[in-house]
């Protein structure tokens, strides 16, 4: 066989053999089996010392050209193979950075304090401001001020946690009106939400601990009718128009006349049921006309100005906003109920 058909041959070989290479290692084997130094092509040079030395250098010249072209081939197939790889490695180690995660437990604003955010947004588009006093409080500002003698019943020791004879935990927002008329000239325009105690019992319905939002408005010539206008708009603002909002005379010392003011039952809409034990209204806070005996006793002057005054029951309103039957579910902190409110 001449020179000329034993390239030929190892070409058509290694171009087959290449076909079929899959991976680097292969080729690397295929590379040493041709061009290595026992390869066919290596044998084919070294079997040139039995040509004539007119024959060599044609021959030695049609070996090294198939040498290159076999090289190139072999070098084109390794770059194809690499890229190759390194695409799969690619696509392998790829991170999706749209895939769902579980997220991080994110916390829920508390049902009693979306409902008084509510009620500050109210009152604060109407031109109130919010303003706050202390839990441990005076005698002074949370009875004396506000008309509550030292002989009221409300005053007795079975509701009021004393702390000694003149500092007590106040049993009311209250005491925040009458600071506050001692402190700033009318016109007063003011919401007091805050945390109030009372040594009462614990159920359905009452807690030693809740929360009131006191509101206080005092300029010339506030009448009764400014007091029911503004508690109707703000009844009508947490629950609908279709709430209603019933006026019941009623007694405190601090206000005169005084009112109770009652809403829809929101559990039995008004037929009657356990939750308002059968009268369809449900109690949510106390008002009046501010009496000109606290207008006097905190310097302010009854014969130029008059004021109304009320006291929501926090948790009372936040029941009915949501349906709660249980006010202890506010203060028991359980994951499954709060969640509801995400
Ligand atoms: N302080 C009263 C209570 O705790 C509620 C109240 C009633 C507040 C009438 C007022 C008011 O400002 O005018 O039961």
């Known amino acids: ?109 508390h049902p009693t304090q979306l409902v008084l955010n509510e009620v500050l947004s109210c009152f604060e588009g109407l031109g109130y401001e919010v303003v706050e006093g202390p839990e441990v409080e005076l005698d002074h500002y949370n009875f004396e001020l506000l008309n509550l003698p030292k002989n009221h019943p409300a005053r007795d020791a079975q509701d009021t946690f004393y702390i000694d004879d003149s500092i007590v935990l106040r049993t009311h927002t209250s005491p925040v009106q009458a600071r506050t008329m001692l402190t700033k000239k009318p016109p007063i325009r003011i919401v007091c939400p805050g945390r109030v105690f009372r040594a009462d019992e614990v159920d359905a319905t009452h807690s030693p601990v809740f929360h009131q939002i ?64 059968g009268t369809g209204w449900i109690e949510v806070l106390g008002c009046g006309m501010v009496n000109p005996k606290v207008l006097e006793m905190c310097g302010i002057d009854s014969s130029v100005y008059s004021g109304f005054a009320f006291g929501i029951g926090l948790e009372r309103i936040t029941m009915l906003r949501y349906g709660i039957k249980d006010m202890r579910l506010l203060y028991e902190g359980d994951l499954r109920f709060l969640r509801q409110f995400r």
């Open 214 to 277: 006191e509101g206080l408005v005092i300029d010339k010539d506030v009448s009764m009718g400014d007091l029911k206008g503004t508690l109707d708009a703000f009844a009508k603002r947490l629950y609908g128009d279709d709430i209603e909002v019933r006026f019941r005379p009623s007694f405190f010392p601090f206000t005169e006349p005084s009112a109770e003011v009652d809403l829809t039952c929101f559990n039995c809409h008004g037929k009657g049921c356990k939750m308002c034990k």
């Open 1 to 109: 066989m001449d020179i000329r058909e034993n390239l030929d041959l190892i070409s058509r070989e290694m171009h087959e053999a290449l076909e079929n290479v899959g991976s680097l290692q292969e080729l690397e084997a295929l590379k040493v089996k041709v061009l290595g130094k026992k390869g066919s092509l290596t044998a084919l040079l070294r079997s040139m010392g039995q040509l004539s030395p007119e024959e060599r250098p044609k021959a030695g010249q049609m070996i090294n050209v198939a040498r290159e072209e076999l090289t190139a081939a072999l070098e084109e197939k390794q770059q194809a193979l690499s890229s190759a790889e390194k695409e799969m490695r690619l696509k392998k180690e790829a991170i999706d950075v749209t895939e769902p995660r579980d997220l991080p437990l994110v916390g829920t604003v």
